[in-house]
């Protein structure tokens, strides 16, 4: 188990509603819950509504998880169901020896 810090912040990047943008939501929602509860804060970003962003955050792909706090900063790109991967992208979880 990581040693959870007192406050998790994560972004995540969308376009409106599309079905790739609610499954990652709801993955990324689901993975908060029980690896980081109650600790968490996600903050949603439309791109739709504010395609700036995605210049001014250097966002290159939709949905897009960004680990804002703790330091240092994580992307993970994506529907995010590959939960190891996201847990091990946002480093969540301990990498392994293994390389892949």
Do not use: F
């Amino acid at each position: 188990m990581v040693d959870t810090p007192a406050q998790w912040t994560l972004r995540i990047y969308v376009a409106g509603k599309s079905p790739k943008s609610m499954t990652a939501l709801a993955n990324l929602r689901s993975i908060c819950e029980t690896e980081l509860a109650p600790g968490y804060e996600i903050e949603i970003v439309d791109l739709q509504q504010r395609p700036e962003l995605a210049r001014q955050h250097q966002i290159v792909a939709i949905p897009t998880v960004v680990r804002v706090l703790p330091d240092p900063i994580r992307k993970v790109i994506g529907d995010l169901s590959k939960r190891e991967r996201v847990l091990v992208g946002l480093e969540l979880l301990p990498r392994t020896g293994a390389s892949g």
